[in-house]
């Protein structure tokens, strides 16, 4: 079907938002004379020390500009994403594995190996080898991998949360989303076997473990067995159902594992049912017990998850239509303001909390748009 021409100008004019404001100016003001990024910005592009620098928030800005680049979406960027991708591993690849973060003065504060960070590592560093064909990059990807393999793997299914490891940490299954992500694209830039095991691994403990069987939620917290977390158990986050969505088809086109396209299914009616809010936008959480709202507060990440997820979902086209012209309006309204400037929280009632810029934010805008941008032109 033809896209109606009120999207098609929405669109774009999101688009121009994220490639030709928000990039450029976190280029320009987020990045060091030495490579790395800062961890966060005042809404005036300032520096904002907020005590760390973390290897998270390095990973999502090269995975940002490598990806966006390979896209051909943002063009004059090859030095930064080289002095990024060699600071990354001068600042954090300490004593033969990754640390979690450093101090403002970029002096090492923790370092722990956190499942979470590796899996950026292995997002970042893989579509970093995809633009610049650095080699380096994949020696990086594979010792990240034999790192999560051989010192992090839980023996109840999937892995840690950090290194050095403890059994007392409460698991979750976010980690697991977000390095499923890593294995998908470490298996696009090097095709290699083992990632398709990897990848079928974890799709299966969310068959199996994090997506509750009676009510279809997604949940959050785990004992070492992967049973519920007392406390925290109930807790389900839309965005995250969304996210799962999105990455399920990306999965099911490189295993052909039918049952991921079922659960997507599944993930995408609970959280467009239970998850939107009624004045627009999506809530931070709910319990997945009842499905009432827990906090109705509104990251800027949900709704940018729900683009992705609305691109691939089974849909009607004219649904699939309104609800991308419905989420983009409202992206438009509440969160995006001038030169690629954004509101990072929204209150229940659509007013901004008054957050500053996060450095690891762009990386869901940018791949939300470009998502919509893919879809636009297949």
Same mark, same amino acid.
């Given at each position: 079907?033809?896209?109606?021409?009120?999207?098609?100008?929405?669109?774009?004019?999101?688009?121009?938002?994220?490639?030709?404001?928000?990039?450029?100016?976190?280029?320009?003001?987020?990045?060091?004379?030495?490579?790395?990024?800062?961890?966060?910005?005042?809404?005036?592009?300032?520096?904002?020390?907020?005590?760390?620098?973390?290897?998270? !928030?390095?990973?999502?800005?090269?995975?940002?500009?490598?990806?966006? !680049?390979?896209?051909?979406?943002?063009?004059?960027?090859?030095?930064?994403?080289?002095?990024?991708?060699?600071?990354?591993?001068?600042?954090?690849?300490?004593?033969?594995?990754?640390?979690?973060?450093?101090?403002?003065?970029?002096?090492?504060?923790?370092?722990?190996?956190?499942?979470?960070?590796?899996?950026?590592?292995?997002?970042?560093?893989?579509?970093?080898?995809?633009?610049?064909?650095?080699?380096?990059?994949?020696?990086?990807?594979?010792?990240?991998?034999?790192?999560?393999?051989?010192?992090?793997?839980?023996?109840?299914?999937?892995?840690?949360?950090?290194?050095?490891?403890?059994?007392?940490?409460?698991?979750?299954?976010?980690?697991?989303?977000?390095?499923?992500?890593?294995?998908?694209?470490?298996?696009?830039? !090097?095709?290699?076997?083992?990632?398709?095991?990897?990848?079928?691994?974890?799709?299966?403990?969310?068959?199996?473990?994090?997506?509750?069987?009676?009510?279809?939620?997604?949940?959050?917290?785990?004992?070492?067995?992967?049973?519920?977390?007392?406390?925290?158990?109930?807790?389900?986050?839309?965005?995250?159902?969304?996210?799962?969505?999105?990455?399920?088809?990306?999965?099911?086109?490189?295993?052909g594992r039918k049952q991921d396209l079922e659960l997507a299914k599944q993930l995408w009616q609970v959280a467009t049912t239970h998850g939107m809010s009624t004045n627009g936008g999506i809530v931070n959480s709910?319990?997945?017990?009842?499905?009432?709202?827990?906090?109705?507060?509104?990251?800027?990440?949900?709704?940018?998850?729900?683009?992705?997820?609305?691109?691939?979902?089974?849909?009607?086209?004219?649904?699939?239509?309104?609800?991308?012209?419905?989420?983009?309006?409202?992206?438009? !309204?509440?969160?995006?303001?001038?030169?690629?400037?954004?509101?990072?929280?929204?209150?229940?009632?659509?007013?901004?909390?008054?957050?500053?810029?996060?450095?690891?934010?762009?990386?869901?805008?940018?791949?939300?748009?470009?998502?919509?941008?893919?879809?636009?032109?297949?």
């Amino acid at each position: 079907m033809e896209i109606p021409q009120t999207l098609h100008k929405r669109i774009e004019s999101c688009a121009d938002h994220v490639f030709q404001g928000l990039i450029p100016n976190w280029v320009n003001h987020g990045f060091t004379n030495t490579g790395h990024s800062l961890e966060s910005l005042t809404l005036d592009w300032q520096p904002n020390p907020v005590g760390r620098v973390r290897l998270l !928030t390095q990973c999502r800005q090269l995975y940002t500009l490598s990806h966006a !680049t390979r896209l051909g979406l943002v063009s004059g960027y090859d030095t930064h994403i080289s002095n990024l991708f060699n600071a990354i591993i001068e600042l954090y690849f300490v004593d033969d594995r990754w640390i979690f973060s450093r101090n403002d003065d970029m002096t090492i504060l923790d370092t722990q190996s956190d499942a979470y960070a590796l899996a950026f590592v292995m997002l970042s560093f893989s579509h970093y080898f995809m633009l610049t064909k650095d080699e380096r990059a994949l020696t990086f990807i594979e010792q990240t991998d034999q790192f999560l393999d051989q010192r992090m793997r839980h023996p109840n299914g999937g892995f840690y949360e950090a290194f050095p490891l403890d059994g007392q940490t409460v698991r979750r299954q976010n980690p697991h989303m977000h390095l499923l992500e890593g294995f998908v694209a470490a298996f696009e830039a !090097t095709q290699a076997e083992k990632y398709v095991a990897r990848i079928s691994e974890i799709c299966s403990l969310a068959e199996q473990y994090f997506v509750e069987p009676k009510t279809c939620t997604l949940r959050e917290f785990f004992n070492a067995d992967l049973s519920l977390d007392v406390k925290t158990g109930h807790l389900v986050e839309p965005g995250h159902h969304f996210e799962w969505v999105w990455l399920l088809h990306q999965t099911y086109r490189i295993t052909g594992r039918k049952q991921d396209l079922e659960l997507a299914k599944q993930l995408w009616q609970v959280a467009t049912t239970h998850g939107m809010s009624t004045n627009g936008g999506i809530v931070n959480s709910m319990d997945g017990n009842t499905f009432q709202i827990v906090d109705a507060d509104k990251r800027i990440w949900p709704i940018t998850e729900y683009l992705k997820a609305c691109c691939v979902a089974e849909l009607d086209e004219n649904e699939r239509c309104d609800r991308l012209e419905s989420a983009l309006s409202f992206l438009q !309204t509440y969160y995006f303001i001038d030169r690629g400037r954004w509101i990072e929280y929204l209150d229940a009632n659509n007013q901004s909390k008054g957050f500053p810029l996060p450095g690891t934010t762009g990386y869901h805008i940018f791949l939300g748009l470009a998502e919509v941008l893919k879809w636009r032109d297949s």
